[in-house]
């Protein structure tokens, strides 16, 4: 049976040799970042936090420093209303504090409280536990999964769209 040279090449013929294993990893992360969720926490001082929670504190952590809500919407790719029900929840868990912009008094300014400080910690903890046992305690290739896998956020948050897609990764 001859293949029919007229016929185009389909989605699957023009992969690249890698995006089999691009799609892997990308299919690894989420199901590695499902289970960590489902698994909660062992600690019960511990105050779980939502998908959007998290990313708020991650970035309030990151360089300690307050932050207006419109940065911390544009850094973690929030829209403004869904980071408005965010932030009441992570002050109303103890994990944030509000306060007047100091250099205007009008806006305010968003910093983690020591409360939040301490559960970040305390949830760093627990996910290195579980993955360190998942993964057998080898940490051969670690340094190198760490670097590629900053990499890919890094790159993924500079290509970050405008708006959110509606049809968000199963």
């Known amino acids: 049976m001859t293949k029919n040279p007229s016929r185009r090449p389909s989605r699957r013929d023009r992969r690249s040799a890698g995006e089999d294993s691009w799609a892997d990893l990308a299919d690894l992360a989420l199901v590695i970042s499902r289970e960590l969720q489902y698994r909660g926490y062992t600690d019960a001082e511990a105050v779980g936090l ?6 708020v ?3 309030l952590l990151k360089d300690e420093s307050a932050a207006a809500p419109s940065q911390i919407a544009a850094a973690t790719g929030l829209q403004r209303t869904n980071l408005s029900t965010t932030l009441r929840g992570l002050e109303h868990k103890g994990l944030i504090q509000r306060q007047a912009n100091p250099a205007d008094g009008r806006g305010v ?6 409360h939040g400080r301490a559960n970040y910690a305390l949830a760093r903890h627990e996910w290195a536990t579980a993955v360190g046992e998942a993964a057998g305690h080898d940490d051969t290739h670690l340094d190198a999964t760490l670097t590629l896998l900053t990499a890919v ?3 993924l948050v500079n290509a970050r769209p405008q708006s959110p897609s509606r049809h968000p990764p199963a």
């Open 57 to 59: 504190m991650r970035y």
């Open 153 to 155: 956020r890094d790159g």
């Open 109 to 114: 300014t968003v910093s983690p409280t020591e």
């Open 50 to 55: 939502t998908q959007s929670e998290g990313m």
